[in-house]
């Protein structure tokens, strides 16, 4: 039986979490102004919420102001037009580094929360049904990793087999619901709202198609101008983003009461909470070391980036040794 945890526990680990600290002195501490974005799914927001919670912010002398987008193609916009000095995705955190636009700078988790469904009424009861079909996704996201993916091990191909209609993912789920499409591909938490389309049937998600089927790095990402001019400022976010991880993995339970009810109340209930962190590959901070040290990190970047390209979404991308740029974490955590 899982045990329950009060609203009231959850805050009081978050309390003893301090403890969690990484042993090095904070930064100097006139608070500096910095302006994140975000995608609200806990994949990409969940650390930022407990970084606030934590107080870890403060403690590294930053002072944050957050803007939300629905779809990572906004965010990384706004990220290379300068109104946000990082952003924080899923997707397509592969996709706008690998054109050049933006630099990856502090993974969050592996991300397993890509999911296609499609309705019965309109003829679509599994993957091989969407053969010819019209399906709602947004190129360039997890949303299409996840189809692509699905397509192949269903013996089609993804490009000409299917019609894919792109659009922003709050209104590719209202056109599945409202039945003008038969079938979505998307992710955590729009999979909610999917799921109360009539007549509808979860297809395929990530999780079931092993490591090798190009699961998502979830990460901040940056521009060269801010690591050029201003490194110092990554290097606190990095520092007050560690106990928070480290929240996540310990206190996993109270991390998730704690930003469903203060962060996530009108968007899903508990459960749907806990399968969001189910969702995720964390990882602690010496874990994320030794994978950039090895490289594992970047061969998990190029993995995804090299679907848009099959996709035909990229021609030329950047490796991601060239649009990644781990130097202020290892100068964070040291191994």
């Known amino acids: 039986m899982k045990r329950h945890i009060t609203r009231r526990a959850a805050v009081a680990g978050l309390a003893a979490a301090g403890s969690l600290t990484l042993t090095r002195a904070p930064f100097a501490q006139t608070l500096r102004p910095i302006r994140i974005g975000h995608l609200h799914i806990p994949t990409c927001d969940a ?72 309705r019965e009424d309109l003829g679509v009861k599994k993957i091989q049904d969407l053969k010819g079909k019209k399906i709602a996704t947004t190129l360039g996201t997890t949303g299409q990793i996840i189809l692509y993916t699905a397509l192949k091990r269903a013996g089609l191909d993804p490009v000409k087999d299917v019609d894919i209609v792109s659009q922003t993912m709050p209104a590719a789920v209202t056109s599945y619901v409202t039945g003008s499409l038969p079938a979505l591909s998307t992710w955590v938490p729009f999979n909610l709202r999917a799921r109360e389309a009539k007549t509808s049937v979860r297809l395929a998600e990530a999780r079931e198609f092993g490591p090798d089927a190009g699961f998502v790095v979830a990460a901040y990402s940056s521009t060269q101008r801010i690591i050029d001019s201003d490194p110092d400022l990554i290097r606190r976010l990095i520092a007050a983003w560690g106990p928070a ?91």
């Not at 990572?72 to 899923?90: M, N, P, R």
């Open 47 to 118: 650390q930022m919420w407990l970084m606030k919670e934590l107080d870890t912010y403060r403690k590294e002398g930053l002072e944050p102001t957050f803007t939300r987008f629905n779809t990572g193609i906004e965010g990384f916009s706004a990220l290379v037009g300068g109104s946000v000095d990082v952003f924080t995705t899923g997707g397509v955190t592969h996709n706008f580094p690998a054109r050049g636009q933006g630099i990856v700078v502090l993974p969050n988790c592996i991300e397993w929360g890509g999911q296609v469904f499609g």
């Open 245 to 335: 991880n480290e929240m996540m993995i310990q206190k996993k339970d109270e991390s998730a009461l704690l930003l469903q009810e203060k962060y996530y109340k009108n968007d899903m209930g508990i459960e749907d909470m806990r399968a969001n962190f189910d969702a995720m590959e964390l990882h602690t901070t010496s874990e994320w070391t030794q994978r950039i040290n090895d490289k594992s990190l970047e061969k998990q970047l190029d993995s995804v980036t090299d679907i848009f390209v099959q996709l035909g979404a990229i021609k030329g991308p950047l490796p991601a040794s060239k649009y990644s740029n781990f130097a202020a974490y290892l100068d964070v955590f040291k191994a």
